[in-house]
């Protein structure tokens, strides 16, 4: 009976693989056992970070690090959802943000689901989820006790139609603050344009 549902599984990934990449012994081979002589679920996070803009790049990468530090440096696909689960923990005991972690978890994921359409990684063993044997990625704390109120942002955009700053500054200060204070009023207005669209 277990070697029928077995054949069924890895029949099912066969039919999987065979959607999304063609159908050789080594790329079965890492399919079931989750080791490629050639690849690794490390080498291929850092190819697809290299491959996205400057900021996202450093965010990926900084994630593939962290994860070599907590974990190791794997070799192959061999990812459990219990060394996600233990990167979580550790990251969370060294005082790392959920936010973060959530971050983390999200670039991982990024890379789960290319190795899966390139046949390295089954869907049967995708680690996110709801339950036990899953890992959930979490929110961040939100931030509505940050956010300045709508008098509060009338008051500061009046200030910067007026030029109005403190005497006691200097020119060049007062000139800057302006500046700035332009900026993210624009920013603000346009519903949050980020420093790229800036410039």
């Excluded at 080498?43 to 900084?62: D, F, H, M, P, R």
């Amino acid at each position: 009976m277990r070697l029928l549902a077995d054949f069924e599984d890895y029949l099912q990934q066969l039919v999987t693989l065979s959607k999304t990449t063609k159908l050789t012994i080594p790329a079965i081979k890492t399919m079931i056992t989750g080791k490629s002589s050639t690849d690794s679920f490390l080498n291929i996070w850092e190819t697809v970070a290299n491959q996205k803009s400057i900021g996202t790049c450093a965010n990926y990468l900084a994630a593939r690090n962290s994860f070599i530090k907590y974990i190791g440096n794997r070799p192959g696909f061999n990812i459990s959802t219990e060394d996600l689960k233990e990167w979580e923990r550790l990251l969370l005991k060294d005082g790392i943000s959920k936010t973060t972690v959530g971050m983390y978890f999200r670039t991982f994921r990024v890379i789960w689901n290319v190795c899966e359409k390139k046949g390295f990684v089954a869907r049967a063993t995708y680690p996110f989820g709801k339950g036990d044997d899953k890992v959930t990625i979490s929110r961040g704390a939100t931030r509505k006790s940050f956010y300045l109120t709508v008098e509060q942002m009338t008051e500061l955009y009046n200030c910067f139609l007026e030029k109005r700053y403190p005497e006691e500054w200097d020119v060049d200060w007062k000139e800057n603050t302006h500046y700035s204070l332009g900026l993210f009023l624009v920013q603000y207005l346009d519903n949050g344009f980020n420093l790229a669209d800036a410039i």
